[in-house]
């Protein structure tokens, strides 16, 4: 699991590269921190650059633990990266990811062309 900080400088770096149109909405993993400290900590250190009047929805995301059988389950609190599936007793892996950019799509999105919204 990476720190809040790395975390936030990923956000601003990815959020940096693509046209944004003003509005963003991205998930942040619960174990990192709640949404209204990464909201208030990302408009703190994005003062001065093009994300500062970025409109910034945030989520709180929780990992998961997904089987092939089927299962799946949000899973708090500390792990090893895997538990014990309930239904069918193999590892099922935990998708623990630290940050989602919702919106705009990453991939759908076109690269920035100004420095300005």
Request: aromatic letters at 8%; hydrophobic letters at 30%; proline letters at 4%.
């Amino acid at each position: 699991m990476q720190k809040l900080g790395n975390v936030l400088i990923h956000v601003m770096q990815d959020l940096s590269k693509i046209s944004t149109n003003g509005q963003a909405r991205i998930s942040v993993n619960t174990n990192i921190c709640d949404p209204e400290t990464f909201r208030s900590m990302f408009a703190y250190f994005t003062q001065g650059t093009i994300l500062e009047h970025l409109d910034l929805e945030v989520e709180s995301m929780q990992p998961t633990a997904q089987c092939a059988c089927g299962y799946e389950e949000s899973i708090e609190g500390d792990h090893d990266g895997y538990i014990r599936c309930p239904d069918c007793g193999k590892y099922a892996n935990i998708e623990d990811d630290s940050y989602s950019i919702h919106s705009p799509d990453p991939e759908k999105a076109g690269l920035r062309k100004s420095r300005t919204f």
